[in-house]
């Protein structure tokens, strides 16, 4: 016969509610160094894809006073804004105050989620063009995640060129299995349409483990390596625009390329034709 066992009373607790939580439904760990996690999604939270929140955990108790602050970081929102629940990808710093923690979530768990969305890699920021560059590294694939699920990217593009630089391969991963998901999804080809995922150009470069490409995008870009790769004659203002988002000294690389190439950086106030996303860097 079987021995029936007694209910465990601890984890039968009611969970302590969050200020402005939002339950984890899913975590995928990618990497020692990368994960992602998708929580709910408030009802009323409304955003354009590109945006990011505020989003963390509550912190120590303070020795003194026994209170706790919330440990809050600005994350891009990685889903697009007609999917039901938020997507984020995240880095894993092992000292880090919120990361430290927030590597340790499992489905049913609580974050707080401040539900005001900000950011500049939005398609208002930029005026119209022909051909949308997305450059990135690292988890700053993430906002372009969401833009390229969107169907707006599509309709307002030619062409769409996604470029994502890592220092290596299985850091590649989270995007990679993206995009072939676009390619082949049911529910992204009834989406999106055939035709317009056809515009989409994935173009993914390692800087230290060997891959079918090496470089930073940067040199790449300077030497011409990518426009042949592509089959493209260049970046020009007539017809490119492109978002950046990356490290500090990715940023400002990039931006001096582009500007090299006669493009000007534009605001949700001020459409040009490139935007840099500066809430994540020092």
Not at 97 to 109: A, E, F, V, Y
Request: glycine residues 8%; negative net charge.
């Amino acid at each position: 016969m079987t021995e029936q066992r007694p209910v465990n009373q601890a984890a039968a607790k009611p969970v302590p509610t969050l200020p402005d939580a939002q339950t984890v439904t899913s975590v995928q760990h990618w990497t020692d160094r990368l994960f992602s996690f998708r929580v709910t999604r408030p009802a009323s939270l409304r955003f354009r894809s590109g945006e990011f929140v505020m989003i963390g955990l509550m912190g120590d108790p303070d020795p003194a006073t026994g209170k706790q602050k919330p440990l809050l970081r600005a994350y891009s929102i990685a889903s697009p804004s007609w999917d039901e629940e938020l997507e984020f990808y995240s880095i894993k710093v092992q000292d880090g105050p919120l990361t430290s923690k927030l590597q340790h979530i499992q489905p049913g768990d609580q974050i707080i989620l401040r539900p005001k969305p900000v950011g500049t890699l939005v398609h208002d920021a930029l005026l119209p063009g022909k051909r949308i560059w997305f450059f990135a590294t690292g988890t700053g694939f993430a906002p372009f995640a969401s833009l390229l699920r969107d169907p707006e990217t599509y309709e307002k593009f030619d062409e769409v060129i996604i470029t994502h630089t890592c220092r290596d391969v299985a850091e590649l991963e989270y995007g990679r299995l993206l995009i072939e998901k676009l390619k082949t999804d049911e529910l992204m080809q009834e989406l999106i349409g055939a035709d317009h995922l056809a515009k989409l150009r994935y173009y993914p470069t390692t800087t230290r483990e060997e891959s079918p490409k090496m470089g930073r995008i940067t040199t790449l870009l300077q030497d011409g390596t990518v426009f042949r790769d592509l089959g493209i004659d260049g970046i020009t203002p007539e017809t490119d625009r492109a978002m950046v988002c990356g490290s500090l000294g990715f940023n400002k690389d990039i931006m001096a390329i582009l500007e090299g190439f006669g493009l000007e950086e534009g605001a949700n106030s001020d459409p040009k034709h490139f935007v840099v996303e500066k809430a994540f860097v020092g």
